[in-house]
């Protein structure tokens, strides 16, 4: 299958309607190329943003769903819409959009591991609970989202869940952009998966964001590699590499723990 990151570039100047609708033609733009889209972390005012959270907060079925279902029907591809910040149940969560080729929410993903040491997004968020896949055409996809990709331990439930490749959007810093490449590979490595890993471009309250958005093979072989900017990468996923590579080198059946 075929597959598109879109790294947007968050620009405080530019209004979140006009992002949005921007992005949109974005994602219209994929039609023929791919088959799923894949946007970054919190695109809609920035990962870090943290004084807009609530101001921009939204249903789950709100403005970001709407624009973003049309276009994913538009131009007929999975969309992985990044993440909005939801307001439900009297608190802000840090959600991810799943959206199939004909606009209907497909899966959502609440994170689970919030990032800011008792200041942000860790104390104005509530956490997550539940691991969540998705099946596009020829892959199951586990959901996590920036921060969590630190943590092995959700990968390897996701890989319990059926996973054979991750789709991870983030708002990652600058300044521990080698963490960012480092890890995207060593949960693909292990987990013997595809590993999606898009980011943002640009500046978010005054936080330089890391861009260099990735895709790795379940053998950790890097398959592109975005630079800091507004970029698009586009890549073709196979299946039977995920089914080759566990079968060959069957290090996932030797877990113990």
Same mark, same amino acid.
């Given at each position: ?37 894949? !946007?970054?972390?919190? =695109? ?15 249903? !789950? ?16 591809? =999975? ?42 997004? %860790? ?30 331990? !959700?990968?390897?439930? !996701? ?24 890890? %995207? ?33 379940? =053998? ?38």
């Amino acid at each position: 299958m075929r597959a598109s990151l879109i790294q947007i570039a968050v620009d405080p100047d530019e209004p979140v309607a006009s992002r949005r609708a921007r992005v949109a033609e974005l994602v219209r733009a994929e039609r023929g190329a791919a088959d799923l889209v894949v !946007l970054p972390e919190l =695109w809609p005012m920035g990962a870090f943003a943290y004084e807009s959270f609530a101001a921009e907060s939204e249903p !789950l079925r709100g403005p970001t769903y709407d624009a973003m279902a049309a276009a994913a029907r538009d131009a007929g591809v =999975w969309l992985h819409a990044g993440s909005i910040v939801e307001a439900a149940e009297g608190a802000l969560y840090n959600t991810s959009l799943v959206i199939s080729p004909s606009g209907d929410l497909a899966a959502s993903y609440r994170k689970i591991h919030r990032f800011g040491f008792d200041k942000g997004e %860790a104390v104005m968020m509530a956490a997550g609970e539940k691991l969540v896949t998705f099946t596009a055409p020829e892959l199951t996809f586990g959901v996590g989202t920036c921060y969590d990709l630190r943590f092995p331990e !959700l990968f390897r439930g !996701l890989v319990d869940a059926g996973a054979e490749a991750f789709v991870v959007p983030a708002g990652w810093p600058a300044r521990r952009r080698a963490h960012w490449t480092l890890l %995207a590979r060593a949960r693909a490595v292990e987990n013997q998966a595809y590993m999606l890993a898009c980011g943002t471009a640009g500046t978010h309250a005054g936080v330089e964001q890391a861009g260099h958005s990735i895709v790795v093979d379940p =053998w950790g072989e890097v398959l592109a590699e975005a630079g800091p900017g507004e970029e698009i990468l586009r890549v073709e996923l196979d299946a039977e590499r995920v089914t080759t590579t566990r079968e060959q080198f069957p290090a996932l059946k030797d877990r113990v723990l």
